[in-house]
C-alpha cells in the first residue's frame, strides 16, 4: 500500500483468547503434582475488531466513536505497533503495522487519557525531556516544546514539580503535552479529555484543531466518548460497536442519514387537552407527546416545514399556549442511538429519545 493514506486497513481483525479461569487453582495444584507442564484450560475465542476496512487522510482529524468495549483502543493500539492483527492488515503512513513497526514508530505518537506512565520522582518538565530525547528531539528544542504546551494546558506553574505529586488530570494534561513534543507525523489521541474540567477540555480542544492547521499533512486520530467533542473537532467520524464499523463519514453526512423529515419541539403550558388530534393534520408524520409537571412537549416529524403553521394554528384553536417552538437538528446521538441502538452518553439522555409517556 502506498503512503497515499495516513492509516489504512484492510479485513483487519483482532481476536482474544478466552480463558475460563473455573476450578484454576485446584488445576494448577493437581499440574504441579503431576508430570503435565500446565494446566489445561477451557479456552474459547472473543473477537474484539471484525474486518476492519478504513482509510484516513493525510492532516485528517479523523474520530472513532464507540461505547465501552467496542474495540477502540485495540484498533488504535494496533495502528500504533503495540498490538499485532490476528488477521488482515494495517498501514500507517503506507508502512505495515506488522513487518515494518521500526519504520513507523519515530513518526507516531500515542496518548491514552486515564494512563499513568512517567516517573514518578522526576518533575513534569524532566519527564517530558526525559521522553522528547528518546525520540531524538534535540535538548534546546525539547525544552521550547515543553514550556509551550505547559502554558497551553494550564500546567507551567507544576514544571518542577515531581509527577507522583500530581493530581489525575494535571497528570493527564502531562500525558497530553507527552504527545506533541515529539512533533508527530500521526498522533493517536485515545480519550484525550477524560475526566477533564470544562474549561481544560476545550483548551486542549482548541489547541488541537491549532496544531493541525499550523503544518498541513499532520493527521490526527482520535478516540471519545464525548458526542459535542467528535462533532466540533472531526472531519470525519467512524462509529464502532463490538469490533464492527458501522458508518463512516463527515458529521454532516452522517446526520443526514438519519434525518428523512424536518421535526419540531413544542413547548407547551402544562394542559390535559386531546393533542393527539394533530396527528390528523395532513402532512404531520408523527406525534409523540410527553407530559412533565412543567410543560406538555409535543415532539413532530412532519412531510414539510410549511405544515407547521397548520399545526401552530390548531393548537392556539384549541386553547394550547405555547411557550416556545424549536426545529430540532440531528444529532450525532441520533446517528448513535440509529445504528447502535442505544445511546453512548446516558447522561446526555434529552427529551428527543425519552420514552413518550402519554399520548392522550
Ligand atoms: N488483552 C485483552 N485480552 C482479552 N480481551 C481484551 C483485551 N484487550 C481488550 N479486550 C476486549 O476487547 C474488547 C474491546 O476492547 P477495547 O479496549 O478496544 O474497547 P474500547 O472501545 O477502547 O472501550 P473503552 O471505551 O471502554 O475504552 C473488550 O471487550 C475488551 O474486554
Not at 487453582?25 to 504441579?32: E, P, S, T
Not at 514539580?161 to 497528570?171: D, E, K
Request: hydrophobic content about 40%; overall charge neutral; aromatic content about 6%.
Amino acid at each position: 500500500m502506498s503512503a497515499t493514506w495516513a492509516i489504512a486497513t484492510e479485513e483487519l481483525t483482532r481476536t482474544f483468547t478466552k480463558v475460563r479461569r473455573r476450578n484454576w487453582r485446584k488445576r494448577q495444584a493437581a499440574a504441579a503434582n503431576s508430570s503435565l507442564s500446565s494446566p489445561v484450560k477451557d479456552e474459547g475465542t472473543f473477537i474484539a475488531l471484525h474486518r476492519i476496512n478504513l482509510q484516513v487522510r493525510h492532516g485528517e482529524l479523523f474520530g472513532l466513536l464507540g461505547p465501552n468495549g467496542a474495540g477502540k483502543t485495540t484498533l488504535i493500539k494496533i495502528l500504533a505497533t503495540l498490538l499485532s492483527p490476528t488477521s488482515g492488515q494495517a498501514w500507517v503512513n503506507g508502512w505495515d503495522v506488522v513487518r515494518q513497526a521500526e519504520a513507523i514508530r519515530p513518526h507516531i505518537n500515542m496518548v491514552s487519557g486515564g494512563e499513568s506512565s512517567g516517573y514518578g520522582i522526576l518533575t513534569v518538565r524532566e519527564n517530558l525531556w526525559l521522553f522528547a530525547r528518546l525520540y531524538g528531539v534535540p535538548s534546546r528544542l525539547a525544552y521550547e516544546r515543553i514550556d509551550r504546551m505547559l502554558q497551553i494546558v494550564g500546567l507551567e506553574d507544576k514544571a518542577q514539580t515531581r509527577i507522583s505529586h500530581l493530581s489525575t488530570g494535571q497528570r493527564q494534561k502531562m500525558n497530553f503535552c507527552r504527545g506533541f513534543i515529539t512533533d508527530p507525523k500521526i498522533l493517536f489521541l485515545d480519550e484525550p479529555t477524560l475526566g477533564l474540567d470544562v474549561q481544560s477540555a476545550r483548551a486542549i480542544r482548541t489547541f488541537i484543531r491549532q496544531w493541525l492547521q499550523e503544518q498541513p499533512g499532520r493527521t490526527i486520530l482520535l478516540t471519545t466518548h464525548y458526542m459535542a467533542e467528535a462533532e466540533e473537532l472531526c472531519d470525519r467520524i467512524a462509529i464502532i460497536d463490538h469490533g464492527q464499523l458501522l458508518a463512516c463519514d463527515t458529521p454532516t453526512a452522517l446526520k443526514r442519514q438519519v434525518q428523512q423529515y424536518p421535526r419540531y419541539l413544542i413547548h407547551l403550558a402544562p394542559s390535559t387537552d386531546g393533542w393527539s388530534r394533530l396527528s390528523q393534520i395532513p402532512g404531520v408524520h408523527s406525534l409523540q407527546i410527553r407530559t412533565t409537571t412543567a410543560t406538555t412537549d409535543l415532539k413532530l416529524s412532519l412531510l414539510e416545514d410549511a405544515v407547521i403553521g397548520s399545526v401552530v394554528q390548531t393548537v392556539v384553536q384549541h386553547g394550547g399556549r405555547i411557550l416556545s417552538l424549536q426545529k430540532l437538528e440531528p444529532t450525532l446521538e441520533d446517528v448513535f442511538l440509529e445504528l447502535v441502538g442505544r445511546q453512548l452518553n446516558d447522561q446526555e439522555e434529552e427529551l428527543l429519545t425519552a420514552p413518550v409517556q402519554t399520548s392522550d
